[in-house]
């Protein structure tokens, strides 16, 4: 499968506790973006990393939350000590170069916070 | 603030019909526009714009973008029951990063 790949499809936590949501770009692509939709609402961006950078997070709660993609293996979403609020589906998408090249979308993480 | 609007927000069709959706921007440093179909997992790529009045299409399924008005329609003739899906307009600015600004998706249904 050459696609997005993201785990694990589903999620759950409770409160207080920490969640790392996973996402390995289709094969090729050096763009990662995550996005959350929240129950009822549209796709909101969270953050834009190339391989070892962040480039833009201008979309990331200030606190809690942190994204990495480091020089091997997949990028990490990852939510600290996390809240009701956070429940969510997590999209991860990635393209070849960044700016006028579609981004292809993962199946998302569905996080569910008890 | 950067904004992207569909309309009608959800449609329910017959087999057959053509439907129209309906996306206006407001965005600065307009890059392109997406358009996406999300069933129950990943939105999945359909069109990208960036030149106003040229036609995209695919199958039974065109889009076209008119960027003086700043709006976009995708077109589906002859629709069938596997259309049924939100359709995602989104717009990329140019800048510093490529994020999508999504609208909150038009709901289809096509009746057998």
């Known amino acids: 499968n050459a696609g997005v790949m993201q785990n694990p499809r589903h999620l759950v936590r409770r409160r207080g506790q920490e969640a790392r949501l996973r996402c390995s770009p289709m094969?090729?692509?050096?763009?990662v973006y995550w996005y959350r939709q929240l129950p009822e609402e549209g796709l909101k961006f969270m953050v834009y990393l190339q391989k070892e950078n962040i480039i833009d997070e201008s979309g990331m709660p200030k606190e809690r939350f942190s994204a990495e993609f480091p020089k091997e293996g997949p990028s990490i979403l990852r939510i600290q000590q996390v809240v009701r609020g956070d429940s969510a589906a997590y999209f991860c998408a990635s393209s070849w170069t960044g700016g006028n090249q579609p981004q292809h979308f993962g199946d998302g993480t569905r996080l569910s916070i008890l | 603030e950067d904004k992207v609007v569909q309309s009608p927000l959800s449609l329910v069709v017959h087999e057959g019909d053509t439907v129209t959706l309906n996306c206006s921007y407001e965005?600065?440093?307009?890059?392109?526009l997406l358009w996406y179909k999300q069933e129950k997992k990943a939105p999945t790529f359909l069109f990208m714009l960036?030149?106003?009045?040229i036609e995209k299409k695919s199958g039974r399924l065109s889009s076209i973008l008119d960027k003086k008005e700043l709006f976009s329609i995708l077109n589906i003739t002859a629709t069938q029951t596997g259309d049924s899906a939100v359709y995602l307009c989104?717009?990329?600015?140019?800048?510093?990063?490529?994020?999508?600004?999504f609208g909150a998706g038009t709901i289809l249904r096509v009746k057998s």
């Open positions: 960036t030149s106003s009045g």
């Open positions: 094969k090729g692509h050096s763009h």
């Open positions: 989104a717009v990329e600015a140019s800048g510093y990063g490529n994020k999508l600004v």
């Open positions: 965005v600065t440093n307009f890059r392109s």
